[in-house]
């Protein structure tokens, strides 16, 4: 981007910001828009797809943008669903497997490069504030040529921010929206396993005004846990995973592999990876029966093939829960 183009975006963001002033200060409208959610992203897992984006999800509440998971690509997901990526002030991930965690980075990058001058702040399982300082290196030779070319008042390093979060309370809370955080059951982890004692899958609920919304993440059936922390939501935002599915998917992945075939029971451990770290529709139709949601909506699909059927996710749900059951696509808003 030259010198002019900056000044224009910088212009438009003081424009922007003059704008939020103005509103800030006028009277309240009569009708306060509705909370509302984008599923932005809907793919389960790195694999890149055609017609699903990475794990995504936004909260509006009032013009403010929440984030919940920063798959690759969250920016132009963003763009497509017409939310302004400069407003997005707090960003939540569930955990750190990149299919949610990619680009939360390169997000306040892109908001930096172009004017953004308040802070944002990402909140995260333990992990997160390492991967701030990862990011501002990476980010830094950009940051000087940027900084160089015009004047740029902020350093990255006093805009970005990040916090590691624990489960089991509140994480974080403003005029718009109450976020609490509780660990799901993602990480099954060998007995042998190192370096992984402290990390956790978390979900997210979200309290507004006018809804409670609960984003699973990635999780295995969890149990009572889940239940109560779902419970009486109007949206439970839930992962999902079809095993047959899954595993006609992966023999054909397999299949297709250049060089050296895969290692015998490799398939049987990715199996049981799947069967334990991700949900199957009857148990998310249990949960949401227990917990009494009003609303089940399933992202986070696996395989999420282009021609898997609506109805290998949702019917199993319908089972065991009578409420409405969506299979999100990508830009929905609930
Ligand atoms: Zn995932
Ligand atoms: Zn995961």
Known sequence: MGIDLIKHVLGAAAACLWLTAAAQTAAPAPNPPA??????GTQGGPL?????????NAVVVNGAIYLVDAGNGVLRQLTLAGLDYRRVSQIFITH?????NADWGTLMGV???????????????????DMLQGFLRYFEPNARIRSADAKMAEAPRNLFRAKDVQPGGVVYQDANVKVSAAEVCHYHFRPDATGVTNDKALAFRFETADKVIVFSGDTGACGEALVAFAKGADILVHEVVS????????????????????????LEELMR?????????????RLAAAAG???????????????????????GVKKHFSGPVIAARDLMEF
Do not use: C
Request: charged share 25%.
């Open 293 to 315: 949601v009003k609303k089940v909506v399933l992202s986070h699909f696996v395989p999420g093939r282009d021609d898997d059927p609506d109805s290998a996710y949702v019917d």
């Open 35 to 40: 909370t509302r959610v984008v599923t932005l």
């Open 243 to 266: 095993l047959p599915l899954v595993e006609a998917s992966l023999r054909a992945f397999m299949a297709s592999q250049p060089g050296a075939r895969p290692p015998p029971g490799l």
């Open 96 to 100: 750190n497997h990149d299919d949610h």
């Open 111 to 129: 908001q930096w490069s172009t004017g953004r001058r308040a802070p944002v702040q990402v909140f995260g399982p333990a992990g997160t504030e």
């Open 273 to 285: 990876h799947m069967a334990d770290d991700h949900t199957v529709p009857e148990d998310i139709g």
């Open 48 to 56: 890149p797809s055609r017609n699903r984006a990475q794990p995504a």
